[in-house]
């Protein structure tokens, strides 16, 4: 696992990395695919930078969880460099080709990554990786 399992010291991974690399700073490699997500993300400077991380972000507060989100596209960024589960990196390769975006791209695998997920959790079982991965595939088509 890359992260740990407490909420505060992930965003506090978050607003470090951010924090480095505006400033200069070196940056670890993980720190590195932490502030290239966040670069693409424009509308979560304020929540990276802010004074209070503990926030929540529910539902009916009517914004999206911004550490989620960006978190899903490390998840992604992972599972394509790590071609897992099988067959995953080729798919990203043809919707980053079908859309002519990376961003683009993670976006619509995370769609499939989060519903996956959320079934899974709803079902108090593994995530299903063979329908994620068929999924994916028919967004690819």
Partial sequence: MIFGQDRNELRR?????????????????????????IEWHPEYHADVTSDDLTRDYTPDGGKTNPF?????????REQVSTDR???IAAVYTMLTTKTGDPHAAE??????????????????????????LERLRQLAR
């Fill in 107 to 132: 976006h619509l695998m995370i769609e499939c990554l989060a519903e996956v997920l959320w079934t899974a959790q709803n079902n108090d079982a593994a995530p299903d990786e063979q329908q994620y």
């Fill in 13 to 37: 991974m978050y607003a470090d990395a951010w924090r480095k690399h505006t400033g200069n700073g070196v940056l670890s490699p993980l720190e590195a695919q932490i502030a290239a997500v």
């Fill in 85 to 87: 589960p099988g067959g």
């Fill in 68 to 76: 989620l989100h960006m978190g899903l596209h490390l998840s992604i």
